[in-house]
């Protein structure tokens, strides 16, 4: 016999933590990132590791933190009808003493049944990028995740790249434009509006930032809207077409640019386990040391200022302000 597999013997050392209630239901078990740096692994080998586990039933995504142990189901024993047998005989189809009943298949797991269609096909692939990230997601990935064949899946996608395009333009169709005019509200009004709204987005789906190109944009055209909906807030102040397309860009891609950090904030708390401030506190004594060195005096002004509260969100707020501060003497000239 030919040697056990190491996504095998991985999967099964972490099934055996599960068993043992070393990890009990909704705890996080190894991220892929984090079983490459374990086991000095391939990514393609720390994927097959999770999807192992997840075709057992073990683990679930659970959005937002990652890969975590499944609650297992138990469900409550009914009474036979009498044509099947009465107490302590097992019925066609049902367990008795000794004997399992049907083992659920993954469409059971998921709560689904029958082949998918395209629309469930990218809202899984959407459900495992908001828990995982968009590096697991893979062709193999989704088609274990749904319980069919990886060739199966391009009866509704294309390939990977046409799969991104769908789950992006499904993500931007879940929230409406914001119902302002700039006749009414003004076009600061709008355009903050609208790039508060994609922040949102990027917030609820961290790999959606990784996702969205302004050099070799995917063309989704409910991200497009997005686009033509700010040239509309812009509009109507004497700028030439190209310079209304660049100064719409420009606000789009800063609030990507400034969210692409959100992903790896999520990844690297999955995998230490720690938030962004308690990641910070570990790391005190080197920046007391850096800062006390007296080379970075405004630094350490900054720093040691009780009124000093940074976060991404906070910095994305200030920065969307200077930026709309910049474009009003453009606009209003």
């Known amino acids: 016999m030919g040697a056990v597999p190491p996504y095998r013997r991985i999967a099964a050392g972490i099934a055996a933590r599960i068993a043992a209630g070393e990890l009990a239901p909704g705890d996080r078990v190894p ?102 990230g968009l590096g697991v997601l893979s062709m193999r990935r989704l088609a274990g995740e749904l319980g069919m064949p990886t060739m199966s899946l391009y009866r509704h996608v294309s390939g990977k790249e046409e799969l991104l395009l769908f789950m992006m333009d499904t993500v931007f169709a879940a929230d409406a434009l914001p119902e302002l005019s700039p006749g009414t509200h003004g076009w600061r009004t709008c355009v903050e509006a609208l790039a508060r709204l994609q922040w949102s ?84 004594h080197r920046l007391g040391d850096i800062l006390g060195s007296g080379r970075y005096p405004l630094m350490h002004r900054a720093v040691t200022d009780p009124a000093l509260e940074f976060d991404v969100d906070r910095l994305m707020e200030f920065g969307l302000q200077r930026l709309l501060d910049g474009l009003t003497p453009v606009l209003e000239s």
């Open 201 to 284: 987005m990027y917030r609820r789906h961290p790999w959606l930032a990784q996702a969205v190109s302004f050099t070799r944009p995917l063309l989704a055209p409910r991200a497009m809207a997005h686009t033509e909906w700010t040239m509309r807030a812009l509009d109507g102040h004497g700028l030439a077409p190209d310079v209304l397309f660049l100064a719409a860009v420009t606000v789009a891609n800063y609030i990507r640019g400034t969210a692409v950090n959100i992903e790896e904030e999520a990844q690297a708390e999955q995998e230490t386990g720690l938030t962004d401030a308690q990641w910070l506190d570990t790391q005190q």
């Open 31 to 132: 991220s892929t990132r984090q079983l490459i740096a374990d086991h000095g692994i391939a990514m393609a080998t720390a994927t097959k590791v999770i999807a192992t586990l997840r075709e057992q039933g073990l683990v679930q995504p659970r959005p937002g933190v990652g890969t975590v142990v499944a609650t297992p189901a138990h469900p409550q024993p009914s009474l036979p009808p009498p044509s099947q047998g009465g107490p302590g005989q097992a019925g066609p189809g049902q367990a008795g003493p000794g004997r399992a009943g049907p083992k659920p298949t993954q469409s059971d797991r998921a709560g689904t049944a029958g082949p998918p269609d395209r629309e469930r096909v990218v809202r899984t692939a959407v459900a495992i990028a908001d828990a995982e």
